[in-house]
């Protein structure tokens, strides 16, 4: 089944303790991003990964680092965690045809809350 | 980035079609506009996308007004498991990322 993994799906921290959420998908995808949801602000990207060892800054990307070291997998790291990181965050990949998008799928979300 | 507008919220009865609606004046001649669902606790799903002609596929109907100024998306036949936020978005270019830059949808409510 293809499908974009996400792991913690919650997970609570303090302020300062450094953190990753894992994203993996299986469907040999190219393209990866990282989202952030917040009420009233709908989904903003953070990074995105174009592919093996490129990657580039979204609209939000303070606060945030992403690695892509393998193509199935993008974490998502944060360094020094602050309260207004806490959102739902999802993890999204897609196939690249033509130059144009191919169907975005996305992972089932972290939410995380920072103390 | 282009636009779009969508109202916040909509009822519909169970089993009869939803036309939701979209505006995006501002479109650019290679924008596709694309819709993604979320359903409650989950990330958001591709429904369709189109570029100029109107689309089909199991799940919906894209049609795509001549001006491409406004679009709809049709659910042919609700059913309690369509309620959801839908999202029109217009996707974009920017050196090769294509970006789907979401705003807050529209809440679709089914009622039995």
């Known amino acids: 089944e293809a499908q974009v993994t996400q792991n913690p799906r919650y997970l609570i921290t303090v302020t300062g303790k450094k953190l990753t959420v894992t994203c993996s998908q299986n469907?040999?995808?190219?393209?990866m991003s990282w989202y952030r949801q917040d009420p009233g602000l709908g989904l903003r990207q953070i990074y995105y990964?174009?592919?093996?060892?490129?990657?580039d800054k979204g609209d939000v990307p303070e606060g945030y680092k992403v690695s892509r070291k393998e193509k199935r997998n993008f974490p998502l790291i944060l360094e020094s965690p602050s309260p207004n990181q806490t959102s739902l965050y999802f993890c999204a990949s897609r196939g690249w045809t033509s130059g144009r998008t191919d169907t975005q799928y996305f992972g089932p979300g972290t939410r995380l809350t920072v103390l | 980035d282009a636009k779009t507008t969508q109202p916040n919220s909509m009822e519909s009865n169970e089993e009869e079609p939803v036309h939701l609606p979209c505006n995006h004046s501002?479109?650019?001649?290679?924008?596709?506009i694309h819709w993604y669902r979320q359903l409650p606790s989950q990330g958001p799903e591709y429904v369709i996308h189109g570029l100029t002609s109107n689309v089909n596929n199991r799940m919906a109907s894209l049609a795509i007004a001549e001006d491409r100024k406004s679009s709809t998306l049709i659910l042919h036949r609700a059913t309690l498991r369509d309620a959801a936020v839908y999202y029109c978005i217009l996707s974009w270019t920017n050196f090769g990322n294509e970006k789907l830059t979401f705003g807050t949808g529209t809440r679709l409510t089914i009622i039995p």
């Open positions: 990964s174009m592919n093996v060892e490129v990657t």
């Open positions: 469907m040999n995808h190219e393209y």
């Open positions: 501002t479109i650019s001649g290679t924008d596709y």
